[in-house]
């Protein structure tokens, strides 16, 4: 099989806006995760948990609205705040007293949350397999080069970047913001001005808890939501969050541009090992920046 | 130092007599399956499945007088909590057979156990043909299609259609690569024009198919054998209905048109996907099956699933295995089931004398809408009886002696 030749068909750009999609459900989830890796220096395992619960939740709230485009969007703004809330309650609940601890300690934490939302989850929820429909509004496809590209990608295209100059206004322009920002490099010093850290704690965690949960709802039409849909993305937001540099949102969203592409465009190449290239391209950034492409808060 | 080592011995005497004690009265089935989870779509109905037909042979007084009780074990889809279990369940609990398990690495760890402690197992769902094929013994048999079967099945209903340049796609495991390669190889052999094209594997779990699906059409194959288990049978026919997949290239998936995959899609599964399934509620239209279908309903409030009919058989096997015996030994219900027929709800099923898997038959058809479900329903079915996508006993003797 030629690749270059692969590489360089009409399929390419199609391919491209396939993998740029994609980009967008890994960046809005592993920037959440991001952030509060960077202000709160807890590399959250239970983040998948909250994303599989934003799918669930975007599946009950369409069950409940009988389907449809309202329902649809009704999904995408309930399942954020309900995961969010979830955050919250973990936040203030849990990891709030074990500040002073050692890492390890919370990162224990998020990994035994990890297992007892998972669990909450089949209760609530129950082991079935549940699918959500893509609003008709979304179904189909638009043809590029002869390939389609479906509607619901498309409108991932755009939720995308709206995602990240929202969140760049929040981080830059809001008072409370600035104030993480400061948190994530020095928490005693923004402790010493006057300021209570643990709400600009409790604050960068729903965010970053309702960015999972709004990655789930936007996840929802696209798969099957089931048990363990959280272990299979936890692994590649981690790898992202890495290579971009731990808790910069930026290199976030470097990380899934280059996750996102080197898969799509490797399955081009070389379908059969489609699979290997993120990962080879997670390899290759680490021998060159062992710390990351983008400055890390830690 | 005598009384450190005895203290163990008694104790463990003491569970044995315990243990034995509780089995003379009754026949105890030891169940070691998958039941936390998303595997407990297919295990759930196994059990409750037994646990029908428990209850009716039960309700009738019992097998030479006893009654069937059961007990279970969540192996989590781990081997070795799986091997656990089912050692505890032989020694403890002291169970007349085992029956499980959903993971085909489990049903080989057990099923070696077994043939050690000589203790008859029965795998209920998982797919490996090593469980009844090269790694068979005589203490394992197989109530369930594996992959050799599926494949070849699948082969021969597509031999009989003229497409030539085939792609294979699947989920990059064993499950995965047994079914591509099963369907492939008997198909080239009924065939011998086809040709393959090319192949994609994704990682198990693997969420965005759209990406392989555009690849896949840029390369222009005729058909594409997709090789799909578990949570992946949904996600890629959701990708296939969203980017037209289906409408311009036609493809197979193993237990395309099963219920556990048609179902949580509602309306919205692709049409005109190939698929092969051991059973559906609505084929074929006997009253065998009705009463099945109506007496499961009533007990469960759900439509039976393949993996009902395996539990179902199961429970009936076990019983008139024993009753052919005329005592409780599990030797004389190993010799006692090889070679027995029972009737079933898709006609009679054979237990396999010299490989010990169960002959069944396999419905081929394709998806379509149905004016009574809410949800696809397969449409055009074939029934391929069992003995012919069987590999022969002579095959698996060969495949044993290796």
């Known amino acids: 099989m030629d690749f270059a030749a692969n590489l360089f068909s009409t399929g390419t750009l199609s391919q491209i806006l396939v993998g740029l999609s994609r980009t967008t459900i890994l960046f809005i989830v592993s920037s959440g995760m991001s952030l509060i890796l960077g202000v709160l220096r807890i590399p959250n395992v239970a983040h998948g948990s909250l994303y599989m619960i934003g799918a669930f939740v975007a599946w009950t709230v369409i069950q409940f609205l009988g389907g449809g485009l309202f329902a649809f969007l ?29 890492h390890l300690m919370l990162l224990l934490l ?13 209760i609530v929820w129950g082991p079935e397999y549940r699918s ?12 590029i080069f ?14 995308g970047p709206c995602i990240a100059v929202f969140l760049w206004l929040v981080i830059n322009k809001t008072n409370l913001g600035k104030i993480a920002r400061a948190a994530a490099v020095d928490g005693e010093m923004v402790g010493a001005v006057g300021i209570n850290v643990g709400w600009i704690f409790a604050f960068t965690f729903v965010l970053g808890s309702f960015l ?3 990655g789930g709802a936007l996840i929802a039409p696209m798969v099957n939501i089931s048990l363990g849909m959280d272990h299979s993305l936890i692994m590649e937001a981690f790898l992202i969050v890495i290579i971009g540099g731990l808790g910069n949102m930026w290199g976030a969203l470097l990380g899934s541009l280059i996750f996102g592409l080197t898969q799509s465009l490797g399955i081009l190449v070389w379908p059969q090992f489609g699979i290997a290239f993120p990962y080879l391209a997670v390899v290759a950034v680490l021998v060159v920046r062992p710390r990351g492409l983008l400055r890390s808060t830690w | 130092m005598g009384k450190i080592v005895s203290f163990p011995a008694v104790v463990l005497s003491m569970f044995c007599l315990a243990g034995s004690g509780i089995a003379g009265d009754t026949i105890k089935v030891g169940f070691v399956d998958t039941y936390s989870g998303p595997a407990t779509t297919f295990t759930n109905d196994v059990l409750d499945g037994f646990k029908m037909a428990a209850e009716k042979i039960n309700a009738k007084g019992g097998v030479l007088g006893r009654k069937i009780t059961y007990v279970t074990r969540d192996d989590k889809f781990k081997p070795d909590i799986g091997l656990t279990m089912a050692k505890e369940l032989i020694l403890n609990e002291n169970v007349d057979l085992l029956v499980g398990t959903i993971n085909s690495a489990t049903a080989l760890a057990v099923s070696d156990l077994c043939r050690k402690e000589k203790v008859p197992f029965i795998a209920t769902f998982s797919k490996s043909d090593k469980i009844t094929g090269e790694k068979g013994h005589r203490y394992v048999f197989g109530m369930n299609e594996n992959t050799e079967m599926a494949g070849r099945a699948a082969a021969k209903a ?24 099963g ?16 192949q994609s594997w994704w990682k198990v779990g693997e969420t965005d198919f759209t990406p392989y699906i555009t690849q896949i059409l840029a390369a222009k194959p005729d058909f594409v054998i997709v090789a799909t288990g578990g949570g992946g049978m949904v996600n890629f026919q959701k990708a296939a209905q969203s980017t037209g997949f289906n409408k311009r290239i036609p493809f197979y998936q193993h237990t395309a048109i099963e219920l556990s995959t048609l179902m ?26 009705k009463a099945f279908v109506e007496e499961f309903r009533k007990a469960y409030n759900r439509y039976p699933k393949s993996g009902a009919l395996y539990g179902y058989m199961t429970a009936q096997f076990i019983a008139k295995s024993f009753e052919k015996a005329g005592k409780i030994d599990r030797e004389k219900l190993i010799d006692a089931m090889e070679g027995m027929t029972l009737p079933s709800p898709v006609g009679p099923m054979e237990m396999r004398a010299c490989d010990h898997q169960v002959t069944l038959p396999m419905f081929f058809g394709v998806t379509k809408k149905s004016t009574q479900h809410e949800f696809l329903v397969a449409g055009d079915v074939v029934s391929i009886p069992g003995k012919d996508y069987m590999p022969s006993c002579a095959e698996i003797a060969k495949a044993r002696a290796k």
Do not use: C
């Open chain 1, 132 to 143: 959500v429909t893509v609003p008709a509004f979304f179904q189909g496809s638009a043809e």
């Open chain 2, 158 to 181: 597509l031999s009989r259609m003229k497409f030539v340049k085939y792609w294979i796609a699947g989920d990059d495991y064993e499950y995965g690569h047994a079914i591509a390669n």
């Open chain 1, 146 to 159: 002869g390939l389609p590209l479906p509607w619901y990608n498309l409108f991932l295209l755009i939720v």
């Open chain 1, 74 to 102: 009704a999904a995408l703004v309930v399942a954020p705040l309900i995961v969010a809330a979830v955050g919250f309650v973990l936040e203030r609940g849990f990891f709030s007293y074990l500040y002073e601890r050692e």
């Open chain 1, 110 to 122: 998020t990994f035994s949350f990890a297992l007892i939302l998972g669990d909450l989850v089949k």
């Open chain 2, 183 to 198: 369907v492939f190889n008997h198909l080239k052999t009924l065939n011998p024009k086809v040709q393959l094209l090319g």
């Open chain 2, 264 to 289: 949580p899609q509602g309306q919205n599964a692709p049409e005109g996907v190939y698929g092969t399934a051991n059973y559906l509620f609505y084929y074929p239209d006997s009253k065998e099956n």
């Open chain 1, 212 to 214: 999972a949960g709004l």
